[in-house]
């Protein structure tokens, strides 16, 4: 039996009034989002651009691709605000022009009107949620990868204009300086010639602890992969680029000593990656694998790293007294091959300084130094003391704590080289120094490799004050790579919370703007936006004050960061109840 459809019943699809409606709506929205969002985002990279062009830091061209790596991340803060003022004005003229009330007279519900602002809302969200979560990011490491490419052109910039440039710890200036194109096939990627080089290094409280000149000095921009291996594993970042000077005709002077080179390079100064050092500029992905692998970040990678370095330490100064004990000798070895080794009486720790004690029965602390042709030098010294990890050299980019060998300083004093045959006489010297002196077995390098979570196993017996193997440093550094993990983590949390959160703002925003257009329909159009923008700027507050609640207290601080999505969805249906009412 054929049914017939009774036309008195409500079709379960829109009427065509309701589709055009729908698109009127749709059309004027996105066409004023557009507009608006192209100013506003334009306006403030400009603005992001204008200093740094003005300071010649960047070059007109770079300023161009800086502007365009811009424009993504300003979109994330820009959106928002231009679909709440978008919303607004274009529910405003429909109310002004009398549309609003035919609608509401023909029986389409406020629902109905609002339905393609939901719609755009949700859109604006998935969109902030992609570019927050992925292309934010991607673009800011663009930005990062010119900067560092353009680092040395950025540096050279600063000294053609007579400015001074920060390397490393090292204030330079030079009066000339002149770019060389690199050989064909060399690994350099860019190269300097500076011309009367001044050189300053300056204590924390602006003290100056270095100064010295060059006739001239190169700078070179090397790939991390293309260094020598000790500094390739040094940086440990092949994606990296570094920095290397040559100086020619180098004086050094430090508190009034001056010493001159004919030549001194450098070791490679990686490019600081300010935006890998920061969850915020990672993708959603990149920051869930910070919980298993924090190291990533190079402010939980140094105190892991010096963690490493003070149990190493603490274990060698254990083997040295093991041996001293049982009346064996401590034999090292030094940078030119040679071995050391030394017969003493005692060894204790004194400050950071490792003391050594005369033998009872020569009242002397007896060394033998075995060159690599075999040849052996003997002497005795009245005191002797090991300094770990200590730099004589007044070279001021040496930084031998970066190294991944743990090395010590040997200073004798009230030394006598003792004659090899009985013909020979014994020579008196005040005192002597032997530099980078290592162990054989050395165990920093297997402590350089172990993660965060093994090293923090590995410190274990050394920060309980009851155990024969307490450490107070070990102990201190163990607790700020405990603190520097923690805080990443919490860092990760909020900046995830953040995002969903700025995106779920972008939905409410739109919707608040219509609302808002409608309840106030006889006001001027800036007065309804205001009505609006206030309580989204009251929601970005909260946002970026609950991010930061979060990053110092933990999870406890979330709600604070969802309050203000929570008032503003408030505002908008009470805004949406009024207007239905009336």
Request: hydrophobic share 45%.
């Amino acid at each position: 039996e054929d049914q017939c459809e009774d036309p008195s019943l409500p079709s379960p699809l829109p009427s065509p009034m309701l589709w055009t409606l729908w698109r009127s709506i749709l059309f004027e929205f996105w066409r004023m989002l557009i507009i608006t969002t192209a100013i506003v985002v334009a306006a403030i990279s400009f603005a992001a651009t204008v200093k740094p062009l003005a300071d010649g830091s960047l070059t007109f061209d770079q300023a161009f691709r800086f502007l365009g790596y811009a424009i993504p991340p300003m979109l994330a803060y820009a959106l928002p605000f231009a679909a709440g003022f978008s919303a607004t004005m274009t529910y405003h003229r429909m109310v002004a022009e009398n549309e609003l009330t035919a609608t509401f007279a023909s029986g389409i519900s406020h629902k109905q009107v609002l339905f393609p602002m939901l719609i755009s809302g949700i859109i604006l969200a998935g969109t902030l949620v992609t570019l927050n979560n992925q292309i934010i990011p991607r673009f800011l490491q663009r930005m990062e990868e010119m900067v560092t490419r353009d680092f040395a052109k950025i540096l050279v910039n600063s000294l053609s204009q007579g400015r001074s440039a920060m390397v490393g710890n090292t204030e330079i200036h030079a009066d000339r300086v002149e770019e060389i194109p690199p050989k064909p096939n060399s690994t350099v990627e860019q190269q300097f010639r500076l011309g009367g080089v001044v050189m300053i290094e300056a204590e924390e409280d602006g003290t100056i602890r270095i100064d010295g000149t060059a006739a001239h000095a190169w700078i070179q921009l090397y790939p991390a992969w293309a260094l020598a291996p000790e500094q390739r594993s040094r940086i440990a970042d092949d994606d990296a680029r570094a920095i290397v000077m040559q100086f020619e005709d180098l004086t050094i002077n430090e508190q009034g000593d001056a010493v001159a080179w004919e030549s001194v390079t450098s070791p490679a100064i990686p490019i600081p990656r300010v935006f890998k050092d920061d969850p915020k500029f990672m993708t959603a992905s990149e920051m869930e694998t910070l919980h298993d692998d924090p190291d990533q970040m190079n402010f939980v990678d140094r105190p892991r790293a010096q963690l490493a370095r003070a149990i190493a330490s603490h274990q060698t100064l254990a083997s040295l007294r093991n041996l001293v004990s049982s009346a064996q000798p401590m034999r090292f070895m030094t940078g030119h091959n040679q071995t050391i080794t030394i017969l003493a009486g005692s060894i204790t720790q004194q400050g950071t300084q490792w003391v050594l004690a005369p033998l009872a029965s020569t009242k002397t602390i007896e060394i033998q130094v075995t060159k690599p042709d075999g040849h052996t030098d003997r002497l005795s010294a009245k005191t002797a003391t090991l300094n770990p990890n200590a730099t004589s050299t007044i070279d001021p980019f040496d930084n031998q704590s970066s190294t991944n060998t743990l090395t010590l300083d040997l200073d004798l004093n009230i030394v006598t080289i003792l004659g090899g045959s009985q013909s020979q006489t014994n020579t008196q010297i005040a005192n002597t120094q032997y530099s980078s002196l290592h162990l054989r077995d050395d165990p920093l390098p297997a402590l350089l490799a172990k993660p965060s979570s093994e090293m923090l196993v590995a410190a274990e017996p050394y920060r309980h004050q009851d155990s024969l193997q307490y450490s107070l440093p070990i102990h201190d550094l163990a607790n700020r790579l405990e603190y520097e993990i923690a805080h990443l983590d919490r860092e990760v949390l909020s900046k995830v919370h953040e995002r969903w959160a700025f995106s779920a703002a972008a939905l409410i925003m739109v919707l608040a703007g219509g609302v808002t257009a409608m309840r106030l329909k006889h006001t001027q159009p800036l007065v309804i936006y205001l009505w609006s923008f206030f309580p989204a700027l009251l929601t970005f507050l909260f946002i970026s004050g609950g991010q930061q609640a979060v990053h110092k207290s933990g999870p406890i601080a979330l709600p604070l960061l969802w309050s203000g999505i929570l008032l503003i969805t408030l505002y908008t249906l009470n805004a949406l109840r009024k207007v239905a009412k009336h």
